[in-house]
């Protein structure tokens, strides 16, 4: 071979600007060069096996080496991937990719000259030119398989550099970093650096901090220092040491959701998720699933055994951890799902997005938005398959985070219907959880809603005075004992066509009725129509309306809201948030049926009444509200009230 012909080529002018804000960057996290350069040599290496497929020769079992050299101050990475050839290092070291730079250069003149801050970097991919961060010289050798030479390429960062044929060597590219001064040694400019790139100790560091799932090995060859024993091994004094090196694996290679779903075992993903974690519990279920064609990721999801004692929390951290092709980007990335999965735990590794992408960028990506949105339908077909095929551990699931996700009803009211088929609700039937579907299976002839009540607890609903004439007619009420329950069921509004009703609210209509019934309420309706009347002028600052009702059997009295007005629920839930609540009055529905509304409405035909009427109004919208397990406005006056009552009617017993 003749004498290599050494050519100088100048970057174009915007890689030149990029190139200088790099150098002169205080970056903060320096350390991402190593990222970089060692997810470019897992690409190459993933190359050279594809193309291992189709020829034999090139097969490769893929490594990546960090060689640092401590006197020497250089850092390199080789490995024996694909390698380049002479027009391919123009072509892709020679100018920064493409993408990354224009992008920049477009961001550079959106935000004015004077914004080039070297954070700016960070959110695109320069990939390769990162190694400018810590080096003030960087060198490339490679060599592609089959070339009759290899390449060297050589920059100082200062817009220019050379690019030579070297003789060949084996197929791969070793990329030398000549460290400068004040990557090693100023730790305080440099937070996120222990310290030196040539020392292993920091080098391993940065390696499990971004690589440690690089499907292949990256090594590092260590000293092993043996000091001479004895034959009880006991340490020579003064006796010879034996240096021997040995090549070290520093990362794991656990690239976990990478591998066909269907082969990793359980165990396997137990291990994993207790890694990712820390948790010291296995899941209780496991999503791992890859995406391919207009979208390209894979992602892997677990449902921790039990809920954080935070879920509720506002500041609770969540999200996903964000890996691009297998290198580790971010964790508790919240754009990657839903709010109301905030839950699950677990990653997504993209292969669209770019390498170098930012924090904020990831908050107003479309890839990322789109990776939302296939992971929330995934999960939700996910929950709904195994609600069909694993009842017990479908309830399980639900009983620890149903709350949750019933806020996507407020977070995500597009998905109402879908996550209406995900949801388990108690009725009045008993203890056990029921789909909306089956209460609907289960309704009576003639019935044309489905009924619900909201409350705080659940032994107060059951026993409401609402739900007495949902009991003669024996109509199932779905008892909804959580704070979100009061969206949920107005967001829904309905579910396969059947209407949701408060039991607490507006007049009861769709309940199956008896003609009899109907002849009754006619003839009550005018017995009581004086009481109505006057207990609705004495009452008029604290109720909205007094009137007969179907819903009682065994109380004297229960309040309800109008159709459009807000439930005890709602009321007490804005309370609780702290938010100024219009004055809600109430309807006082009586029982027609029961002895005092009868005394009542004798009382009301006597002249001179009407203090009495007014304090057994008021007792029984104090009692109703007690029973509904809503606060009295005045509960001394209540308690006077019943104890002079009550010795009225000791006295003359
Ligand atoms: P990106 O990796 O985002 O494309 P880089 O600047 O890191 O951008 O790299 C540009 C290109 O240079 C790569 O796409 C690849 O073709 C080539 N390249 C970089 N490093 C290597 C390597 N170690 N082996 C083979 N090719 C490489």
Redesign the pocket.
Same mark, same amino acid.
């Given at each position: 071979m003749t004498q290599p012909t050494i050519e100088t080529r100048s970057f174009q002018a915007h890689t030149k600007k990029l190139l200088d804000l790099m150098i002169h960057s205080i970056y903060s996290q320096k350390d991402v060069f190593l990222r970089?350069l060692i997810s470019? /040599?897992s +690409? /190459?290496i993933d190359k050279v096996r594809f193309e291992a497929l189709t020829n034999p020769d090139l097969a490769t079992d893929g490594k990546i080496k960090l060689v640092p050299d401590k006197a020497g101050r250089t850092l390199t990475v080789v +490995?024996n *991937?694909?390698?380049?050839t002479y027009e391919e290092v123009i072509e892709? %070291?020679g100018t %920064? /990719?493409k993408s990354g730079s224009e992008a920049y250069a477009e961001k550079l003149k959106e935000l004015g000259k004077d914004a080039a801050t070297p954070d700016l970097i960070g959110q695109f *991919? &320069? *990939?390769?030119?990162s190694a400018f961060i810590v080096s003030d010289e960087v060198t490339l050798e !490679?060599c592609k398989a089959g070339e009759a030479n290899g390449v060297r390429w050589h920059s100082r960062g200062d817009g220019e550099y050379t690019i030579a044929r070297i003789p060949p060597h084996a197929h791969g !590219?070793r &990329?030398t970093l000549h460290l400068r001064a004040e990557a090693a040694a100023d730790e305080d400019a440099l937070p996120d650096l222990d310290g030196d790139f040539t020392d292993p100790w920091t080098l391993r560091k940065v390696v499990k901090k971004y690589s440690d799932f690089i499907a292949y090995p990256i090594v590092l060859d260590v000293e092993k220092h043996e000091v001479e024993r004895d034959a009880e091994g006991k340490a020579v004094p003064n006796g010879k040491t034996e240096t021997t090196v040995i090549e070290e694996t520093i990362n794991s290679q656990k690239a976990l959701w990478t591998r066909a779903p269907a082969e990793v075992t359980t165990e396997e993903h137990n291990e994993f998720y207790k890694h990712l974690t820390h948790d010291w519990s296995s899941p209780q279920q496991t999503l791992h699933f890859r995406v391919e064609g207009t979208q390209e990721f894979i992602a892997l999801l677990y449902v921790p055994e039990k809920a954080p004692m935070d879920l509720y929390a506002r500041e609770q951290k969540r999200g996903l951890q964000l890996y691009i092709k297998r290198v580790f980007i971010a964790s508790d990335v919240k754009e990657l799902i839903p709010e109301y999965f905030r839950f699950m735990r677990g990653l997504v590794d993209s292969s669209d997005l770019?390498?170098n992408v930012s924090r904020e960028v990831v908050q107003q990506d479309a890839v990322v938005a789109r990776i939302k949105k296939t992971v929330t339908t995934k999960l939700i077909n996910f929950f709904k398959d195994l609600l069909a095929k694993d009842r017990t551990a479908y309830e399980k699931f639900w009983e620890e985070y149903g709350q949750a996700v019933k806020e996507a009803f407020h977070y995500d009211p597009a998905m109402k219907d879908k996550i209406a088929d995900l949801l388990l609700v108690k009725t009045t039937r008993g203890e056990s959880w029921s789909t909306l579907a089956e209460v609907i299976e289960r309704m009576k002839e003639g019935q044309e809603s489905l009924y619900y009540l909201t409350g705080e607890k659940f032994d107060v609903l059951r026993e409401a005075p609402q739900l007495e004439v949902f009991a003669r007619k024996e109509v199932e009420v779905i008892l909804l004992g959580d704070a979100v329950d009061e969206i949920f069921v107005g967001t829904l509004e309905k579910y396969r066509d059947k209407e949701l009703k408060s039991a607490a609210r507006g007049e009861l209509d769709g309940l199956p009725e008896s003609a009899e019934d109907k002849v009754k309420q006619q003839e009550q309706a005018g017995k009581y129509e004086k009481l109505l009347v006057k207990l609705k002028e004495l009452l008029v600052d604290d109720l909205a309306d007094v009137r007969l009702t179907t819903r009682l059997t065994d109380s004297a009295a229960c309040l309800v809201a109008d159709e459009g007005g807000m439930s005890a629920q709602m009321e007490r839930m804005l309370a609780q948030m702290g938010q100024a609540i219009p004055a809600q009055k109430r309807i006082l529905e009586l029982n027609p049926d029961h002895a005092v509304i009868d005394a009542m409405c004798q009382l009301a035909d006597k002249p001179g009444t009407e203090d009495q009427l007014k304090d057994f109004g008021e007792m029984l919208v104090d009692q109703a509200l007690i029973a509904e397990g809503s606060p009295l406005k005045h509960p001394a006056r209540f308690a006077k009230r019943v104890t002079e009552t009550m010795a009225r009617a000791a006295t003359s017993a």
């Open positions: 970089e470019n /040599a +690409d /190459a +490995d *991937g694909v390698g380049m892709h %070291i %920064i /990719a *991919g &320069v *990939g390769f030119y !490679t !590219t &990329v770019p390498l």
